[in-house]
């Protein structure tokens, strides 16, 4: 009962609300950098925050398959906005190094290639961009079947993200730790279904050889 209440007060939200509502931190960040309330080093400062969020709000997406198959709680209509925000957030993370912290063209590649933390969240930034790109009803309607194999490409950018999240910090941390052991339980509670996944893969291909 409790979660037919909740599931019916979920269907009341419009998804353009977390459009409005999750970019909210972001700009409290960068409005405190403005006016120099971010501390003695309002760009790493502000990067981190930006960073924070992002990986926060990516753990929420892969939480929300899970949700509903533990709890029923059916958060998947929003899945979309959370990752699109969450892009948002990596690519405003991104930009503060890129424009604010290095600034120098020359030094950004030298920095990619040869800090292994910058290299790790680079390409997690990058295998977001066409999760982005295609987050869309047209893109799903174009590539079909190819749209969801595409988007596993999620679960890369989200341990990568959290992998840059661990590299980045000084000294022992917990918060990344944790942060990055919620991911991974998160993906270890899909196994049993992307194993049946490929079990049923595997029954079927036989057939689709005859037919050759």
Do not use: Q
């Given at each position: 009962m409790l979660v037919q209440l909740i599931n019916s007060g979920l269907r009341k939200i419009p998804t353009w609300v977390l459009y409005i509502l999750l970019p909210i931190p972001g700009i409290l960040a960068i409005m405190?950098?403005?006016?120099?309330?971010?501390?003695?080093?309002?760009?790493?400062?502000?990067?981190?925050?930006?960073?924070?969020?992002?990986i926060k709000l990516l753990i929420i997406g892969l939480a929300v398959t899970p949700l509903l198959h533990f709890t029923r709680i059916n958060l998947l209509r929003f899945r979309r906005a959370i990752g699109v925000v969450a892009f948002g957030y990596v690519a405003a993370h991104f930009l503060t190094w890129l424009l604010l912290d290095v600034q120098l063209l020359s030094q950004i590649w030298a920095d990619?290639?040869?800090?292994?933390?910058?290299?790790?969240?680079?390409?997690?930034?990058?295998?977001?961009?066409?999760?982005?790109?295609?987050?869309?009803?047209?893109?799903?309607?174009k590539l079909g079947q190819f749209w969801s194999v595409l988007h596993r490409l999620t679960y890369i950018a989200t341990i990568l993200g959290g992998l840059h999240y661990i590299m980045l910090v000084k000294g022992f941390q917990m918060e990344p730790l944790v942060h990055m052991a919620i991911i991974l339980a998160f993906l270890v509670v899909r196994v049993p279904k992307w194993r049946r996944s490929v079990q049923a893969s595997l029954r079927g291909l036989p057939d689709k050889v005859l037919r050759r």
């Open positions: 405190a950098g403005l006016t120099d309330n971010l501390g003695p080093e309002p760009i790493k400062e502000l990067e981190g925050e930006l960073g924070e969020v992002a990619i290639l040869k800090r292994p933390y910058i290299s790790v969240g680079f390409v997690g930034f990058m295998a977001m961009v066409p999760l982005a790109v295609t987050s869309n009803n047209w893109s799903m309607r």
